[in-house]
């Protein structure tokens, strides 16, 4: 058991915290990825067209998101009462499972209407599971940091998101080079779903070995936070976050299909671009949560989200010009990502810091998770939606412009010491 004077976890604790958020990510990415292949597979309805299709698959893939908020408030309550640990291990379970099953899915051409209902089905189950790991697994990170480094050790949670989505998109990657593009579409896009079984079998054997922070038996024994106040916190963590999510989502996990219908890219040339996007997205996460240890959470998120909204218009005119350089359009596709990281570096430690302990786990994954149904979950719907309608290719960069502003905005009340001042029980 920990004590007050338990030693700082290894990075072995940190990986075992943060390894469902992995596979939480690798699943969504996957399913972004391949969003046109599953939209012919399961949403190709009869007299509708390919675009109907993959609008239909985004809006799977929104409900989805809509379900975590519910998932957030179900384990986090579980969690907030009976302990990180527990609820971690379940939530990974479960999570595992309704993966793994989308595997096994029968396509519309074998079941008809049964094929999407219940792969949606199965979408919006793994959405509501995967509510309950963000919130469990940044409060126990945070909670276990010694003094000082609440930064470096949530940036970790984010890490595990640019691993899972570069992880989603290398097995994608490889399938695509391997096999033909009529076996992918048969039954190859299945593959990257069937191994979140064995990936949720190694995650598991990591999360037995976690033990609670001191920080948890303390909060049981102080009173509830009023009601009032931790709903302010978590719009306000809304706020904060939603340039996160919209900019994330854009730049990381909705590129590949906007570049093939707006652009006409190939397969392979968005999905070489979206790896690009995620890596810098990866390099940049641990330093800014680090630096956000030293300088403050205010100032570096701040700075990274006034770079989306300077950058966004000259970054899509730059990948839309012909004669631009294919390193060129990397090296921007890089940056862009990078940028994202400098937001998600310091972000959990923030939303850690805004709750005290007797509510973190919900409080932190709500608001996370109700950023994320809004301002991911629905970014390829609205903006595939409103490019069909008004026929913009601008419309993502319109998209994450407004939603740092808002977010700028409220990152600026933001106090310049809140990382330097100890966690609330």
Not at 33 to 50: D, M, R, V, W
Not at 181 to 192: A, E, F, I, Y
Not at 263 to 291: D, K, W
Not at 393 to 420: E, G, K, N, Q
Request: include cysteine; hydrophobic fraction near 55%; charge should be positive.
């Amino acid at each position: 058991m920990h004590n007050a004077t338990a030693p700082v976890p290894d990075k072995k604790m940190l990986i075992a915290a943060s390894t469902g958020n992995f596979i939480e990510w690798y699943e969504f990415a996957v399913y972004g990825f391949l969003a046109t292949i599953i939209a012919k597979n399961f949403f190709q309805l009869e007299g509708e067209s390919e675009l109907t299709g993959l609008i239909l698959t985004y809006a799977a893939f929104a409900l989805a998101f809509f379900c975590r908020p519910i998932g957030a408030m179900i384990f986090g309550r579980i969690g907030d009462r009976i302990g990180r640990k527990p609820t971690l291990i379940a939530v990974l379970l479960l999570m595992t499972s309704a993966t793994f099953l989308i595997g096994l899915m029968p396509t519309y051409a074998v079941a008809g209407v049964a094929a999407p209902l219940l792969l949606t089905l199965l979408r919006m189950l793994q959405g509501l599971f995967a509510g309950g790991e963000f919130g469990g697994a940044v409060a126990l990170m945070t909670e276990l940091a010694p003094p000082g480094k609440r930064g470096r050790y949530g940036a970790w949670q984010s890490f595990t998101v640019a691993l899972g989505l570069l992880a989603g998109a290398a097995t994608v990657a490889v399938l695509a080079a391997v096999l033909t593009s009529d076996q992918l579409t048969r039954w190859g896009w299945r593959v990257p779903f069937l191994l979140a079984l064995p990936l949720g079998v190694v995650a598991l054997w990591l999360r037995t070995q976690l033990e609670e922070p001191p920080a948890f038996a303390a909060a049981q024994h102080t009173l509830p936070a009023p009601l009032p106040v931790v709903v302010k916190a978590i719009v306000l963590g809304i706020g904060r976050m939603m340039g996160w999510s919209a900019a994330g989502y854009t730049f990381l996990v909705i590129m590949p299909s906007w570049l093939q219908t707006s652009l006409h890219a190939s397969f392979q040339q968005a999905l070489a671009a979206t790896v690009l996007g995620n890596l810098g997205f990866a390099l940049t996460i641990l330093p800014s949560g680090r630096l956000s240890d030293r300088f403050g959470r205010r100032r570096i998120m701040l700075l990274a989200m006034v770079t989306v909204i300077v950058f966004s218009f000259p970054l899509l005119a730059l990948l839309q010009q012909p004669t631009t350089s294919v390193w060129l359009k990397a090296l921007a596709v890089m940056m862009a990502g990078g940028v994202v990281g400098i937001i998600a570096g310091p972000g959990p430690a923030m939303l850690a810091e805004m709750f005290p302990g007797r509510v973190r786990y919900t409080g932190l994954g709500l608001a996370y998770s109700l950023s994320n149904a809004v301002f991911s979950g629905c970014a390829g719907l609205i903006i595939t939606g409103l490019i069909a309608r008004t026929g913009n290719v601008f419309i993502p960069a319109w998209y994450v412009t407004l939603t740092c502003i808002i977010s700028a905005i409220a990152i600026m009340t933001l106090r310049a010491d809140d990382h330097l001042k100890p966690l609330e029980t």
